[in-house]
């Protein structure tokens, strides 16, 4: 580039260039003019600058002023993102591995405990005197003891790590609650508590297993903080699903602590005065089972009246569900159906095919010898009409009658043209075309 | 069947003169079962109406948005004369138009309804996050003299989606341009092409002008109508004569080219392109000015290195670009024609994939900026 400067440097870069600044009173009072004009417009520009004004130019230099402070922010916004993203992924990593651990632990710890538990009943069958015998059995208990709170720690910490995958199915309550019910009749009445089961004949869907679980912790807490009256279970039918209610005539919750008894380690004053041996897990594990089976738990409890303990579960089916009705010819009757195929052979067949279904028919080899009424109720075309294709047809069809609905039909499967016609709402079905499947396929677009 | 081996983006162009032979010269190139936009340039030559017409026969349901040029990038390069078109397949790009036909009243609430109904609109079929995994290019009737208030208002209501376009041409007639949506030709208009894509890509702008030490101030402007008819207290023409050293007779399109002016907003320079002369010794602009912007004289730098430079990065950080969607100013072209680099150009734009047009002005994130190569660079489908 050729510099066109003719003045000799430093200059002003507000001279006019190739002017020479004249010296006399009058070219030094245009000069002055001159700046004073520049002064002025300066002077504007720079007062009007702060008005948040819609001037075009304004909305111009606003942009870039605010693209560049949004560039800036985003780009610090971002570096916060990603360190909190590493931040949590640090921390879910170490409560995984911490979850981990303590489920390797618990299981290790329970292989010489269950060694010592069959030491001691070896030592126990031995001929031994009467108060060494009382020490063994006293042994024996403290070991089962231990085994069942190591076996709720590897419970909770295989609930933590969420290698428990549920596995769902539907099967009658009562083949559930009637065992369970069983088991506490028995314990209830140890405990010299009345105990009520209301059996129920309703089909849910749930893990039976780990239902068990959270019925058998509720149990077993309802009867642990009770120290008289009874404990009751049975069930309520809701619309959305089955309640199973575990009540006691307890101690109750008061309404502060109805949330905190979920977390773990929190156990209520232990009424009987007796060794209390839980852990203060039980409630801990029903909560996260009813979290991995997605049933709602409920709590109704008033201090010094008893708590109802409830879980929401789902109906399952009893029964294989009847298949749908395609058996019947009503729906169809009556409807009008364009027919395009370039098969005269084709044509013919689906006009009988239609016409049993007591469908009009309206059939053709090509689009543009199509018999148009005043509307139809749904095109069936061919995807290989020689020049050219069923979603043209289609296309062009649906141009007139926006609402068409459309069965493809073709020849040989192509995954591209099925999400081409899944993309537009159409039936796809193959060739030879089963009278069922086109019959499903015209009921599913006409209820639509 | 042809689809299944479609890539996701075709190019075709035609040099037919009549509308039916070159829509359906595009069409024969471009169809498929998967075809979900058309994007067309077209020389103003063209007996608009018959080709809007003969374009919509021709791709029937398929969507087509496109506007008028000041020259073409086709697959050869440059050209003249011609229409120039982008395929997009459904399978890759989840594509929403929208068409603004009332500039002046296109205000935030309106944009922000615009952009909704865009977005809402390819959520429905999104490919890809939308808020990463989408662009949105502009076309404006480059004489409205209405681009910087809705493109702002525009880039508003996109938040963080990028956004480029550029203002329609008319081969350099100044008189009318066009954008092309709902299968026809609108002026005073715009439209909005938001794309949703599980490809790469990178909206970009590039200039090859570098800042002298003049400055000129505006002392007087008629901002309505882009009119700028002082600069530094003397006649605008006066002034811009002086500075390139030519007689006021000679100032044309190619002095502007090589003699633009820009204003610095930070670290930036932003031209702002000269359109003509008047006879009243002012001089309109391709966009908005004000009394009291100062401007500093530009120099170009060399054109194509700087163009080459650009694309070689971009495709260093997506890959090799499957295309390119190029909007770029008129007036480089002419200083391109004016150094004798057309060859070299073209060459350039072939190699590189570049389609798109001619404009009077370019679009970057809601600025309407001038003499720029700026567009869309689309990369190739992941594994």
Same mark, same amino acid.
Request: with cysteine; hydrophobic share 45%.
């Given at each position: 580039?050729?510099?066109?400067?003719?003045?000799?440097?430093?200059?002003?870069?507000?001279?006019?260039?190739?002017?020479?600044?004249?010296?006399?009173?009058?070219?030094?009072?245009?000069?002055?003019?001159?700046?004073?004009?520049?002064?002025?417009?300066?002077?504007?520009?720079?007062?009007?600058?702060?008005?948040?004004?819609?001037?075009?130019?304004?909305?111009?230099?606003?942009?870039?002023?605010?693209?560049?402070?949004?560039?800036?922010?985003?780009?610090?916004?971002?570096?916060?993102?990603?360190?909190?993203?590493?931040?949590?992924?640090?921390?879910?990593?170490?409560?995984?591995?911490?979850?981990?651990?303590?489920?390797?632990?618990?299981?290790?710890?329970?292989?010489?405990?269950?060694?010592?538990?069959?030491?001691?009943?070896?030592?126990?069958?031995?001929?031994?005197?009467?108060?060494?015998?009382?020490?063994?059995?006293?042994?024996?208990?403290?070991?089962?003891?231990?085994?069942?709170?190591? #076996?709720?720690?590897?419970?909770?910490?295989?609930?933590?790590?969420?290698?428990?995958?549920?596995?769902?199915?539907?099967?009658?309550?009562?083949?559930?609650?009637? /065992?369970?019910?069983?088991?506490?009749?028995?314990?209830?009445?140890?405990?010299?508590?009345?105990?009520?089961?209301?059996?129920?004949?309703?089909?849910?869907?749930?893990?039976?297993?780990?239902?068990?679980?959270?019925?058998?912790?509720?149990?077993?807490?309802?009867?642990?903080?009770?120290?008289?009256?009874? /404990?009751?279970?049975?069930?309520?039918? *809701?619309?959305?699903?089955?309640?199973?209610?575990?009540?006691?005539?307890?101690? &109750?919750?008061?309404?502060?602590?109805?949330?905190?008894?979920?977390?773990?380690?929190?156990?209520?004053?232990?009424?009987?005065? *007796?060794?209390?041996?839980?852990?203060?897990?039980?409630?801990?594990?029903?909560?996260?089972?009813?979290?991995?089976?997605?049933?709602?738990?409920?709590?109704?409890?008033?201090? #010094?009246?008893?708590?109802?303990?409830?879980?929401?579960?789902?109906?399952?089916?009893?029964?294989?569900?009847?298949?749908?009705?395609?058996?019947?010819? =009503?729906?169809?009757?009556?409807?009008?159906a364009w027919v395009i195929d370039?098969?005269?052979?084709?044509?013919? #067949?689906m006009?009988?095919?239609l016409?049993?279904?007591?469908?009009?028919? /309206?059939?053709?080899?090509?689009?543009?010898?199509?018999?148009?009424?005043?509307?139809a109720d749904l095109l069936i075309v061919d995807y290989?009409?020689?020049?050219?294709?069923g979603?043209?047809?289609a296309?062009?069809? *649906?141009?007139?009658?926006?609402?068409l609905p459309v069965i493809l039909i073709t020849?040989?499967?192509?995954?591209?043209?099925?999400?081409?016609a899944?993309?537009r709402g159409y039936g796809y079905l193959l060739?030879?075309v089963?009278?069922?499947r086109l019959k499903m396929a015209m009921l599913g677009l006409r209820?639509? | 069947?042809?689809?299944?081996?479609?890539?996701?983006?075709?190019?075709?162009?035609?040099?037919?003169?009549?509308?039916?032979?070159?829509? $359906?010269?595009?069409?024969?190139?471009?169809?498929?079962?998967?075809?979900?936009?058309?994007?067309?340039?077209?020389?103003?030559?063209?007996?608009?109406?018959?080709?809007?017409?003969?374009?919509?026969?021709?791709?029937?349901?398929?969507?087509?948005?496109?506007?008028?040029?000041?020259?073409?990038?086709?697959?050869?390069?440059?050209?003249?004369?011609?229409?120039?078109?982008?395929?997009?397949?459904?399978?890759?790009?989840?594509?929403?138009?929208?068409?603004?036909? !009332?500039?002046? =009243?296109?205000?935030?609430?309106?944009?922000?309804?615009?952009?909704?109904?865009?977005? $809402?609109?390819?959520?429905?079929?999104?490919?890809?996050?939308?808020?990463?995994?989408?662009?949105?290019?502009?076309?404006?009737?480059?004489?409205?003299?209405?681009?910087?208030?809705?493109?702002?208002?525009?880039?508003?209501?996109?938040?963080?989606?990028?956004?480029?376009? &550029?203002?329609?041409?008319?081969?350099?007639?100044?008189?009318?341009?066009?954008?092309?949506?709902?299968?026809?030709?609108?002026?005073?208009?715009?439209?909005?092409?938001?794309?949703?894509?599980?490809?790469?890509?990178?909206?970009?702008?590039?200039?090859?002008?570098?800042?002298?030490?003049?400055?000129?101030?505006?002392?007087?402007?008629?901002?309505? *109508?882009?009119?700028?008819?002082?600069?530094?207290?003397?006649?605008?023409?006066?002034?811009? $004569?002086?500075?390139?050293?030519?007689?006021?007779?000679?100032?044309?399109?190619?002095?502007?080219?090589?003699?633009?002016?820009?204003?610095?907003?930070?670290? !930036?320079?932003?031209?702002?392109?000269?359109?003509?002369?008047?006879?009243?010794?002012?001089?309109?602009?391709?966009?908005?000015?004000?009394?009291?912007?100062?401007?500093?004289?530009?120099?170009?730098?060399?054109?194509?290195?700087?163009?080459?430079?650009?694309?070689?990065?971009?495709?260093?950080?997506?890959?090799?670009?499957?295309?390119?969607?190029?909007?770029?100013?008129?007036?480089?072209?002419?200083?391109?024609?004016?150094?004798?680099?057309?060859?070299?150009?073209?060459?350039?734009?072939?190699?590189?994939?570049?389609?798109?047009?001619?404009?009077?002005?370019?679009?970057?994130?809601?600025?309407?900026?001038?003499?720029?190569?700026?567009?869309?660079?689309?990369?190739?489908?992941?594994?």
């Amino acid at each position: 580039m050729v510099d066109i400067s003719t003045r000799p440097s430093p200059a002003s870069p507000l001279d006019l260039p190739g002017v020479e600044p004249g010296q006399s009173q009058a070219a030094l009072a245009e000069e002055n003019a001159r700046l004073r004009r520049i002064c002025a417009a300066l002077i504007e520009r720079v007062e009007s600058s702060a008005q948040p004004g819609t001037a075009p130019y304004a909305a111009f230099e606003h942009t870039v002023v605010l693209a560049e402070q949004v560039r800036e922010r985003t780009e610090t916004l971002r570096h916060t993102l990603e360190a909190l993203r590493e931040a949590k992924a640090e921390a879910e990593a170490a409560n995984l591995s911490k979850s981990k651990f303590l489920a390797a632990v618990s299981h290790d710890l329970l292989q010489p405990l269950n060694a010592a538990r069959l030491f001691s009943s070896a030592l126990e069958s031995q001929d031994l005197g009467e108060e060494p015998r009382r020490l063994v059995r006293h042994i024996g208990r403290s070991l089962q003891d231990v085994e069942t709170l190591l #076996g709720t720690l590897v419970d909770i910490s295989r609930l933590d790590a969420g290698v428990l995958t549920p596995d769902r199915g539907s099967f009658a309550v009562g083949e559930l609650l009637d /065992v369970l019910a069983e088991e506490h009749r028995q314990l209830a009445a140890a405990e010299g508590l009345d105990f009520h089961y209301v059996p129920s004949r309703a089909v849910i869907d749930s893990d039976l297993t780990l239902l068990a679980r959270v019925v058998r912790n509720l149990l077993g807490n309802a009867i642990r903080y009770t120290t008289s009256g009874r /404990v009751l279970l049975g069930c309520r039918r *809701r619309a959305e699903g089955l309640e199973i209610w575990v009540v006691d005539s307890g101690s &109750g919750i008061a309404e502060d602590q109805q949330r905190t008894i979920f977390e773990e380690f929190r156990r209520g004053p232990a009424e009987r005065g *007796r060794l209390d041996r839980g852990l203060g897990l039980g409630l801990a594990i029903v909560e996260r089972i009813a979290g991995l089976l997605d049933h709602p738990l409920g709590l109704v409890s008033r201090p #010094g009246r008893g708590s109802r303990f409830s879980i929401r579960i789902p109906y399952g089916r009893a029964y294989p569900a009847p298949p749908p009705e395609v058996g019947a010819e =009503a729906p169809l009757r009556g409807l009008t159906a364009w027919v395009i195929d370039n098969d005269p052979e084709i044509c013919i #067949g689906m006009r009988a095919l239609l016409e049993g279904w007591g469908c009009d028919a /309206v059939t053709a080899t090509g689009v543009d010898d199509l018999e148009r009424g005043e509307r139809a109720d749904l095109l069936i075309v061919d995807y290989h009409l020689g020049e050219t294709d069923g979603l043209a047809v289609a296309a062009r069809l *649906r141009r007139e009658w926006p609402e068409l609905p459309v069965i493809l039909i073709t020849a040989y499967h192509d995954a591209e043209l099925k999400a081409a016609a899944r993309a537009r709402g159409y039936g796809y079905l193959l060739k030879p075309v089963k009278p069922l499947r086109l019959k499903m396929a015209m009921l599913g677009l006409r209820r639509r | 069947m042809r689809d299944t081996v479609a890539p996701p983006l075709c190019q075709a162009d035609s040099r037919a003169r009549d509308p039916e032979t070159a829509a $359906a010269e595009l069409a024969a190139a471009l169809r498929h079962p998967h075809l979900g936009l058309v994007l067309f340039f077209c020389s103003a030559e063209y007996p608009l109406a018959a080709l809007g017409e003969a374009l919509t026969a021709a791709f029937g349901e398929v969507p087509v948005a496109g506007c008028t040029t000041a020259g073409e990038i086709t697959t050869e390069g440059y050209g003249r004369g011609r229409v120039v078109a982008i395929g997009f397949d459904a399978r890759h790009f989840a594509v929403s138009l929208g068409l603004v036909t !009332d500039l002046e =009243a296109f205000d935030l609430v309106q944009a922000q309804r615009l952009c909704d109904d865009l977005l $809402a609109d390819c959520r429905r079929h999104a490919l890809a996050p939308i808020a990463e995994q989408t662009f949105v290019m502009t076309l404006l009737d480059g004489l409205s003299s209405r681009e910087e208030q809705v493109l702002a208002t525009l880039d508003a209501a996109l938040g963080s989606i990028p956004s480029f376009g &550029g203002s329609a041409g008319d081969d350099n007639h100044l008189a009318h341009t066009h954008v092309f949506c709902e299968g026809r030709f609108h002026g005073e208009a715009a439209v909005v092409v938001a794309v949703n894509t599980r490809l790469p890509f990178e909206v970009f702008s590039t200039h090859h002008l570098r800042p002298r030490v003049e400055k000129l101030v505006v002392t007087r402007a008629d901002r309505e *109508r882009r009119r700028v008819l002082e600069l530094n207290g003397v006649p605008a023409v006066e002034a811009y $004569a002086r500075l390139v050293g030519l007689a006021p007779e000679a100032l044309d399109a190619g002095v502007f080219a090589r003699h633009p002016l820009a204003v610095r907003i930070g670290e !930036d320079y932003f031209v702002r392109s000269i359109q003509r002369v008047n006879a009243d010794g002012s001089l309109s602009f391709y966009c908005a000015v004000e009394t009291g912007i100062v401007l500093t004289a530009m120099t170009p730098a060399p054109i194509l290195e700087d163009l080459a430079t650009t694309l070689d990065a971009l495709a260093s950080r997506l890959g090799p670009p499957s295309l390119i969607i190029g909007c770029d100013c008129f007036l480089r072209r002419l200083e391109i024609e004016a150094l004798g680099q057309q060859q070299a150009a073209s060459r350039l734009l072939r190699e590189r994939r570049v389609i798109g047009f001619n404009t009077y002005g370019e679009q970057h994130h809601g600025r309407h900026i001038n003499q720029t190569f700026t567009g869309v660079a689309l990369g190739s489908a992941r594994g």
